[in-house]
């Protein structure tokens, strides 16, 4: 038994070294450097300057930081009430088996498979002001006379990233809802059926708790995921105009790609997975209850 532990134990050593050079040491490295003053146009002059790096990121007037932060909200619960929303109905129409599901699931779950930055070169095309297929539609429609600035007018511009963004996330919802929906007992349904309960009756009562557990966590992880998912709005808008469509994690990649200041981007990213950990403890705190009898 022990020679069995042992070899166990060799065997997962390098994992736990891919870990702690690729996860663990980045994160403790990034937490260090969001202290220090830490920019390439100045590397000899590398030192601990405690808060100043939060203190900077606050008070910058390029970047308004609680318009910043508010843009990261709208941004994270707008997209995931729709992306979850309408996951949630394309996993209830795929539940039973019909005539080219295969193709019909296909076509819904392909977004998943594409780059969001490409997402974002894609739907910037289609939101253009002056070309855009969007645009087009409108106008044959008869709903609008002139050409919208979709991504040029801060008016438009969060809204069109964040209908971008909801494309993009339904089909993570839709798949994980449906193996969920998939492993409800039929014998719930013909239960409920028998004692009376409507359609409308047996989702609340009997989908909706018995996958609670699968729709805590995707929730969850796709908030981090949103939250940490700047791709699609870096390829439509680049956080602008204006800081229109700027949240925190765009602001991080500007700090470090375009004024190569590490300390204030680093100082960016401990306040993201600061906000991530609180939020996620009182979201589970929150959810997390007995199992559901049913």
């Known amino acids: 038994m022990r020679n069995s532990q042992r070899k166990l134990f060799i065997m997962i050593i390098p994992a736990f070294v891919l870990l702690i050079l690729f996860v663990y040491f980045p994160i403790v490295k990034g937490g260090v ?29 390029n970047f308004n930081f609680w318009r910043i932060c508010l843009n990261t909200v709208l941004w994270i619960f707008v997209s995931l009430f729709f992306q979850f929303v309408l996951g949630f109905g394309l996993a209830l129409l795929m539940r039973k088996p019909f005539k080219g599901r295969g193709i019909y ?30 645009n087009d539609l409108l106008m044959r429609l008869g709903i609008i006379n ?21 494309w993009y996330g339904v089909p993570f919802f839709a798949i994980m809802l449906l193996a969920a929906l998939q492993s409800v007992p039929k014998e719930l349904y013909e239960a409920a059926e028998i004692d009376g ?8 009562d009997v989908t909706i708790p018995y996958i609670k557990p699968t729709i805590i966590s995707t929730t969850l992880l796709r908030t981090m995921w949103i939250m940490n998912f700047p791709e699609i709005i870096y390829g439509m808008t680049g956080g602008g105009p204006a800081n229109s469509t700027n949240i925190l994690a765009t602001l991080m ?13 680093a100082a960016i990213g401990f306040i993201i997975m600061s906000v991530l950990f609180v939020y996620a403890f009182f979201y589970l705190r929150l959810t997390s209850s007995k199992e559901v009898v049913l």
């Open 197 to 204: 309960a409507t359609k409308l009756r047996q989702l609340f």
């Open 33 to 61: 450097v969001a202290f220090q003053n830490y920019n390439l146009f100045d590397l000899t002059n590398v030192h601990f300057i405690g808060l100043d790096n939060f203190k900077a990121v606050i008070t910058d007037r």
């Open 105 to 134: 699931s296909a076509l819904v779950f392909y977004p998943w498979a594409v780059s969001g930055f490409a997402i974002g070169l894609v739907w910037a095309w289609m939101f253009n002001g002056q070309f855009g297929m969007i």
């Open 146 to 166: 002139n050409n919208i600035g979709f991504l040029s007018d801060p008016k438009f511009a969060m809204m069109s990233v964040i209908i971008a963004n909801v």
């Open 253 to 265: 990649i500007n700090k470090i790609y375009k004024f190569y200041d590490y300390g204030q981007g």
